[in-house]
């Protein structure tokens, strides 16, 4: 098993730009979620979902797009990129929304110019 | 907003040594985690603790919970350079969909 994938692995963006960071797992998890990461805040929950065609938000939802069509892929798009939204991404799942261990990607270095 | 507060935020030992890490909360949780991350890496699970449990072990890692003030430590024994890394403590406190709540995390250096 892949576990959880990621990509790209890093990217820059201009403000105002658009993209959408891809996440996938290959262990059948109902439950997965974004998170993002920035120096000394630790992680924050952006948006999740506990199974194909359901999503909610987290804790910093603003900015960000989620979709989840399929088990295995949960895409978080951003629409027009802000400086703000410079920071590394994170990928979780888990195997239902009742699990309590995540499994996370190895995350995505986004940085807005 | 912030759920859990690691302390100290970074601590600096010697292999062999014990390294104590300590997680406060504010709200009445379900369970509490603790995860590593590697630098430059995705975290990883280490251990979970349920609100009616005082105390778990796994290996070289110990957990206790005392929910009466609201603060969780991780005592690592033993350390070797391979525990060199970041350790944050998360909460779920939800009544509804499991949702995860991290701290700022404490950054562990463990010198040969």
């Known amino acids: 098993n892949a576990g959880v994938t990621q990509t790209p692995k890093f990217q820059v963006l201009k403000t105002g730009q658009s993209m959408t960071l891809q996440c996938a797992q290959d262990?059948?998890?109902?439950?997965m979620s974004w998170y993002r990461q920035d120096p000394g805040m630790g992680l924050r929950l952006i948006h999740y979902?506990?199974?194909?065609?359901?999503?909610d938000q987290g804790e910093v939802p603003n900015g960000y797009n989620v979709s989840r069509s399929t088990t295995e892929d949960f895409p978080l798009r951003l629409l027009s990129a802000a400086p703000s939204q410079t920071s590394v991404y994170f990928c979780?799942?888990?195997?239902?929304?009742?699990?309590?261990?995540?499994?996370f990607g190895p995350g995505t270095r986004l940085l807005v110019l | 907003s912030q759920q859990g507060e690691e302390d100290p935020q970074a601590l600096s030992i010697q292999e062999g040594e014990n390294a104590t890490m300590n997680c406060s909360y504010k709200?009445?949780?379900?369970?509490l985690q603790w995860y590593r991350q590697n630098s430059g890496r995705g975290l990883v699970h280490l251990i979970l603790?349920?609100?009616?449990?005082r105390e778990k072990h796994s290996g070289r890692l110990r957990v206790t919970l005392d929910t009466s003030k609201k603060s969780s430590s991780l005592l690592i024994t033993a350390s070797r350079a391979a525990d060199t890394a970041s350790y944050f403590c998360?909460?779920?406190?939800?009544?509804?969909?499991?949702?995860?709540?991290f701290g700022k995390g404490t950054m562990l250096l463990v010198s040969p």
């Open positions: 998360a909460t779920d406190a939800s009544t509804g969909y499991s949702t995860l709540t």
């Open positions: 603790i349920r609100s009616n449990e």
């Open positions: 979780a799942s888990s195997y239902s929304w009742q699990s309590e261990t995540q499994y």
């Open positions: 979902s506990v199974g194909a065609g359901i999503t």
């Open positions: 262990m059948n998890h109902e439950y």
């Open positions: 709200t009445s949780i379900n369970n």
